[in-house]
């Protein structure tokens, strides 16, 4: 299925398809399921220095237990993403370089959460969002992404260009389409006057090619990922739909996707990106 294979912050992936931070991807046995039965990228849950019990969505064993599952995937060739919380911007940084050592390929900054928002209030100012991820920046190697809150106070031309300037490859915004636009997967066209249809889209249309988005949220078919590439998404994760089925979600959006491709014509999915039409 090289239709659905993609460049992601320049690294390449078998898929567009990944799972979302959270659901089946904190607990090595789930991790090792994901990774035998999907050929995309593997995103860790969003892990801390020493670990934590609450609150509840961020139950996580600390950075040591996901580092060494880093290192054993990163041998095998697989690309693993890291996602990143912290209550401090030391934190940060010091969870970054210990993920980024081990051999994740990209860092996935967790600055939609509640519990980051409220300690570190990344988006409080420019300053505060450039002081933590700068120094995040400073201190690795590897391709960094931040995942955004669906409204964060500022423009999406403001929050583009201030993750441009900090060489943040990647974005990964909320897949959060009005649910009665009038889509045209086919046609790959939406009724109505040109607008930004989502933060994805929003987003996109923002970083001028310099940024790749990731889209989050709702995605549960292959159905949903072809829109949501249509709407700039260079890549899609899927939480619920994992929770509800399985780790064989996974494949089975790639093969949707990957069908829903050959029907219309698509050598690759890179000809769908962020091609919608307004009529
Ligand atoms: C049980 C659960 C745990 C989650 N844990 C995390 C997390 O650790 N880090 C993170 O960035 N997002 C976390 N999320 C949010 C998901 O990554 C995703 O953004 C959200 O579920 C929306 O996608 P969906 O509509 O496909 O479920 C969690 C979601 C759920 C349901």
Redesign the pocket.
């Known amino acids: 299925m090289e239709r659905t294979s993609i460049l992601l912050g320049g690294c390449e992936l078998k898929s567009t398809i990944m799972n979302?931070?959270?659901?089946r991807?904190?607990e090595r046995g789930e991790i090792y399921e994901l990774t035998a039965v999907h050929r995309g990228a593997i995103?860790f849950?969003?892990c801390n220095m020493a670990g934590l019990d609450t609150p509840e969505?961020?139950k996580?064993a600390g950075v040591e237990h996901f580092a060494a599952l880093a290192s054993e995937f990163a041998a095998r060739g697989k690309p693993v993403i890291a996602?990143i919380?912290g209550s401090t911007e030391s934190e940060f940084v010091e969870v970054a370089k210990r993920l980024d050592r081990a051999g994740a390929a990209i860092l996935?900054l967790?600055l939609?959460?509640d519990y980051v928002r409220s300690s570190i209030a990344p988006f409080a100012s420019f300053e505060r969002l450039k002081s933590l991820v700068g120094r995040v920046r400073g201190e690795v190697g590897c391709v960094l992404a931040v995942?955004l809150p669906p409204k964060s106070g500022f423009s999406p031309r403001s929050l583009a260009d201030a993750l441009k300037s900090l060489r943040v490859a990647i974005a990964?915004c909320q897949?959060d389409l009005a649910k009665d636009a009038q889509v045209d997967a086919g046609a790959g066209t939406v009724k109505g006057p040109p607008r930004a249809l989502s933060h994805t889209h929003a987003m996109f249309r923002e970083s001028e090619g310099l940024l790749d988005i990731v889209a989050?949220?709702?995605?549960?078919s292959g159905g949903d990922a072809y829109v949501a590439h249509l709407t700039g998404a260079k890549a899609v994760?899927?939480?619920?739909?994992?929770?509800k089925e399985g780790a064989g979600a996974l494949g089975r959006i790639d093969r949707e996707l990957n069908a829903m491709l050959a029907e219309h014509g698509k050598d690759s999915v890179n000809q769908i990106i962020g091609a919608m039409k307004f009529i």
């Open positions: 979302a931070s959270g659901p991807s904190a995103v849950k969003s969505n961020l996580n996602s919380v996935e967790n939609a959460d995942k990964v897949n989050v949220g709702g995605i549960n994760q899927v939480g619920s739909a994992l929770i």
